[in-house]
């Protein structure tokens, strides 16, 4: 790596980001071959088009202004990873240009900090499903980061924050999965959040996420169960409770339509009146 001119060198902040390990907070800038650059995993974003275009035509006017940040790959080529800068490098590559500017950073480049950094440039750009602001919001709470400060920079009201992370709370692997997949909405999950035992969520989430239920609708049947008080009677009746939800979300399908308490007062109309053994579950059924 050739150091460039002072007027190049770039201010971070006070943190090095290079491999020196020094903390002086300047960092030098070299020149990396366009085709040697290729994508770090997980960090590629959907770009607007329109805004693409303009970057190109910026770029082609005035050159790259900002450096991207690449990493070595580590995998014996030459080629280096890009942490930062994917919209600047797709212009260079679709203007033809041979180089761009690049911090390149020591290979063992943290992979939390690689992330909080594409976040930090990038997150009020990204077009992404809310449940990946949501968890990314949770991250960034758990990075330490003040609540105010995650409103800001994802264009939401510290409300919204704090709601987010009271939804999140003792949320388990199982949850966050099914979130992603898209096998459970976020605003279903936040019903389940609301009613439901952090320790009973999972077979609550396994429950709703087969269903053709409407938020509202979950939410009636939770208060309508009088689910609080059925939680009381402990883990002995866990099995129970999920049949009973179970029961209540597969059967308001069925019913006709009609408004929320319209469609709750006919669920209660063939609320069951016993349990029965189905294989390792438990069925109800009414008499």
């Not at 290729?38 to 329109?50: N, S, T």
């Not at 995998?75 to 990873?81: R, S, V």
Request: hydrophobic share 40%; with cysteine.
């Amino acid at each position: 790596m050739v150091p460039v001119e002072s007027s190049e060198r770039v201010d971070q902040g006070g943190t090095s980001v290079g491999g020196s390990g020094t903390s002086s907070g300047v960092t030098t800038v070299t020149h990396v071959q366009v085709d040697r650059i290729r994508p770090e995993d997980g960090l590629g974003r959907k770009r607007d088009r329109e805004g693409h275009l303009e970057l190109q035509r910026s770029i082609r006017q005035f050159g790259v202004l900002t450096p991207i940040t690449v990493r070595p790959a580590g995998d014996g080529t030459d080629d280096y990873l890009l942490i930062k800068g994917q919209g600047r490098t797709l212009a260079c590559r679709i203007l033809g240009m041979q180089e761009i500017p690049a911090i390149v950073v020591d290979e063992a480049y943290g992979q939390d900090e690689k992330v909080r950094q594409f976040l930090v440039e990038n997150v009020a750009r990204l077009r992404m499903r809310p449940v990946d602001r949501a968890l990314l919001i949770r991250r960034a709470r758990e990075d330490g980061e003040e609540t105010t400060e995650i409103a800001r920079r994802f264009g939401v009201t510290a409300t919204t924050v704090r709601r987010l992370l009271a939804q999140f709370e003792g949320a388990s692997t199982t949850e966050v999965a099914a979130l992603r997949s898209g096998e459970i909405s976020l605003s279903l999950h936040a019903v389940i959040a609301r009613h439901v035992d952090p320790g009973e969520r999972d077979d609550a989430v396994r429950v709703v996420s087969g269903a053709d239920i409407r938020t509202k609708e979950l939410d009636a049947i939770f208060v309508g169960l009088g689910w609080s008080e059925l939680t009381t009677l402990g883990l002995t009746q866990r099995a129970q409770r999920m049949a009973l939800l179970s029961w209540a979300c597969y059967s308001i399908a069925n019913l006709p339509g009609g408004t929320v308490r319209d469609r709750i007062r006919g669920l209660a109309t063939h609320f069951p009146l016993e349990f029965e053994p189905d294989g390792a579950t438990l069925a109800l059924v009414s008499r």
